[in-house]
């Protein structure tokens, strides 16, 4: 009866099975693994926000298929961008749907970077979209590996993706390699996709980034949206700008059979985008902070952006077992590098983004246990 799309019946992995046990025995575990803005302890000003909700004319639905002008705007004004070039979006996630649709027919590929977010893989399922990975390489600092990437276009290849600072490398793509990934496009006729949700939390102050739509000639499409640009993944509201009129026209159509953006998120675009500052500023510190703490104990891989660190363990024990370890003797929660794909052992993931106390705590109590 059903399609298979996806495996609805994945059995749960053993760290799974130790963190369910650990919450059942009300152990105090200290989660190195947060990633929700909204829990990690900063403050939003709420009744400024509450305000942008009051406008009368979220009972009035009116629809337009790119997204309201004036929130097109308001985007456009606080990101510095061209409104006539923005789809609205409920998500980053359904930008990417949209995007498979627009560009892929069922059983087209996709060049995706690895390692990488893991949630990519559902979602071309979902479209009936073919990954194919392209290696991240490490010597001191992160860079694509660009022959590597050309190996893996194939008649059917329609995009690449970056992930622009990638997550969970937090590495920035250098402008030499967005100009070889633009000659690639142009020689294969793909398009580029940028995912720049973390573009504003570079690590160095003194960093400059300019959305990859804006800045080559080739079809790009760079995603962002609320919930890293405010903090707030729950307003539900992401855009898509886009350097190709044609391609802008097509996603219209998309966009007009789905109209998920919501009126109201809309509306309140000026106060949620007045916050931005004010929340940047606050999750910046944490993660600078954290990231110091992070160096002071370990030997982290260097990291520009993002919310995230790695660590490499000693190989004496996979991936899954360190974290259990850690769970089990240290009430810690980390992230395998086997989450993001990382294609080689053994790696821990900790977000930068936990609050500090937690953070500093749960690195001691690692630390205890991965001695390097």
């Known amino acids: 009866m059903f399609s298979r799309r996806l495996p609805w019946h994945a059995a749960t992995n053993a760290i799974s099975r130790t963190l369910t046990s ?23 000003p709420a009744q400024q926000i509450l305000k942008g909700f009051q406008d009368p004319r979220i009972l009035v639905y009116d629809p337009e298929s790119a997204g309201l002008a004036s929130a097109r705007h308001q985007i456009a004004s606080a990101f510095s961008l061209d409104p006539e070039k923005l789809i609205l979006t409920s998500s980053t996630s359904e930008a990417y749907t949209w995007l498979f649709k627009l560009l892929c027919d069922p059983g087209d590929e996709v060049l995706v970077p690895q390692p990488s977010y893991p949630l990519f893989s559902h979602l071309a399922a979902l479209e009936s979209v ?17 022959n590597a990437l050309r190996e893996q276009i194939t008649p059917r290849t329609k995009a690449i993706i970056i992930v622009n600072p990638n997550n969970p490398t937090g590495s920035y793509v250098a402008n030499c390699e967005l100009e070889e990934l633009s000659a ?31 800045l080559l000639d080739t079809t790009t499409f760079s995603l962002n949206g609320l919930s890293k640009a405010v903090g707030m993944p729950q307003m539900k509201l992401a855009w898509i700008l886009t350097n190709n009129p044609d391609a802008h026209q097509r996603l219209e159509l998309i966009a007009d059979t789905y109209l998920s953006v919501g009126t109201p998120v809309q509306y309140a675009l000026p ?6 500052e004010q929340v940047q500023d606050q999750i910046r510190t944490r993660l600078r902070a954290n990231l110091k703490a992070l160096q002071l104990r370990f030997r982290p891989r260097t990291v520009e952006g993002g919310w995230y660190a790695i660590l490499q363990v000693p190989r004496t024990m996979t991936e899954e077992e360190w974290v259990i370890k850690l769970l089990e003797e240290q009430n810690v929660l980390v992230q395998p590098g086997y989450f993001y794909d990382f294609n080689s052992e053994a790696f821990l993931v900790l977000s930068l983004l936990t609050p500090e106390s937690i953070f500093l705590k749960g690195l001691d109590r690692v630390h205890h246990v991965i001695n390097f």
């Open 271 to 276: 106060t949620l985008l007045a916050a931005r």
């Open 130 to 146: 073919a990954l194919r990975p392209y290696p991240l390489c490490y010597a001191g600092a992160w860079s694509i590996d660009l």
């Open 22 to 44: 650990k919450r059942q025995q009300h152990a105090p575990v200290l989660d190195l693994t947060e990633s929700n803005p909204t829990q990690a302890g900063f403050l939003y």
């Open 184 to 214: 690639i496009c142009r020689q294969h006729d793909l398009a580029l996709i940028s995912d720049e949700v973390f573009a504003d939390y570079a690590l160095d102050p003194a960093h400059k980034f300019t959305p990859a739509a804006a």
